[in-house]
């Protein structure tokens, strides 16, 4: 699929200036310059300060003034003020300006767009899975932690990234403009083909035990606990984290890759539900126990990308929005992306790009009920649950950083994947 340029229209800009600030009678211009609309105007303007009071044209948002291009023929000056939405010119005789007004496209926007890549408004229908690349570029938008996530959806074809030696396909841009993406082998593979070449191992642990709350934690607590608190403390590594680490520090970092990669939230989220009565347990030891994402994707159909407490917010430094308890930052993919992505509870599906042919674990805890339970993709493409002492397929998840996703090279394709460098 080839890139898409991003078309944006000219705008017809009405001003309106307080005092006797005036605009020249003229046409409009617009510019295209590195994914940013200059917005071009002259005004003329006595001496003094003077304010623009208003841009009546111009959207309340997502525009600032470009004071390095703007300049003024006597020498004025200028300056905006991004909370009123007002341009100022101080001058000390009767000027003549050129105003440029540029896009202030988001990180998400900015990586979007570097990807050559458009998304449609709003939701899908998440009671239905998703066989198909259901819109032009397979991308729907969804609030994450950082700001606006794009996230892919269905049999799409434009998702495909080489690095660090594998192939890896795109989850979604992340808020921030990092891009969240799923190892999928040594060789690039079709969707629906079934390789257990797309798993870094096909029989790994979600955790060795089973019969406490605990065990479905990325990391855990006091096994035995009445707290909550030391129940779902972080500290103990799953075995799977142990795993997931050691392949991280062999294949990313011992190979000199890691500088590409990013530091964001993998959530685990390990907050209780009581949608269900006859799960009264309130996560500790062996009380009946249903989890939030059982919930949200069993039950209601609605995927979100917030993690909702912080404990669960699994990151390596940052401790603003994240809990800083990982040693690496790779991790797995929640249950709420893997139904964005099209997987439906219960429900076979081989034609949307996570199916593997083989089970894979996610980082979202199902439930307990006798055993701890975590949420995975099934051989047969389904999202469902399995007891964390099974042995199942193990696909790691990284973030590569706004800096290097927005210089990538390729299409997204499986003959041209985007490149790091």
Sequence with gaps: ???????????????????????????????????????????????????????TSIPDSGYE?????????????????????????????????????????????????????????????????ATTDETADGLYAMEDDYGTSYY??????????????????IIRINGDGSLRIIYDGTSA???????????????VAYNSSYNDNAYVGYMYGTTGSSSYEETHA??????????????????????????????EIFCNDR???TADSSYTGDGTGTTKTSYKARERLDTNKSPQ???????????????????GDLTYPVGLITADEIALAGGKYNTTNSSYYLYKGSYYWSASPFDFYGDATVFGVYNIGYLGDNGVDFT??????????????????????????????
């Design 189 to 203: 593979h079709e969707n629906g083909e079934s390789s257990t070449n797309r798993l870094v191992s096909t029989s």
């Design 271 to 273: 907050e209780v539900s």
């Design 234 to 263: 972080n500290t103990n590594n799953s075995t799977i984290k142990t795993y997931i680490d050691n392949w991280y520090k062999t294949n990313i970092v011992d190979k000199g890759y890691a500088e590409a990669v990013s530091d």
């Design 152 to 169: 892919f959806r269905g049999a799409v074809e434009n998702n495909y990234v080489y690095f660090a030696g594998y192939y890896w396909r």
């Design 305 to 323: 990308l917030t993690c909702t407490q912080k404990n669960d917010a699994f990151t390596v430094s940052d401790e603003e929005k994240g809990n």
């Design 65 to 129: 003034l470009n004071t390095e291009k703007s300049e003024c023929s006597n020498g004025g000056t200028l300056s905006w003020d991004s909370n009123s939405k007002t341009v100022s010119l101080s001058s000390s005789r009767e000027d003549k300006c050129t105003l440029y007004f540029n896009i202030k496209l988001s990180e998400s926007e900015k990586t979007l767009a570097a990807l050559g890549l458009t998304a449609k408004e709003g939701n899908p229908d998440f009671n239905t899975k």
């Design 392 to 421: 199942n397929g193990v696909a790691p998840v990284i973030n590569l950083s706004a800096d290097y996703c927005q210089q990538l090279g390729g299409i997204g394709s499986i003959e041209d994947p985007y490149t790091v460098g």
């Design 1 to 55: 699929m080839n890139k898409r340029k991003i078309i944006l229209s000219v705008l017809c800009i009405m001003l309106v200036f307080s005092i006797s600030l005036i605009v020249f009678n003229r046409e409009d211009k617009t510019i295209l310059t590195d994914n940013d609309l200059s917005i071009y105007l002259e005004t003329e303007a006595n001496s003094g300060e003077y304010t623009l009071s208003e841009l």
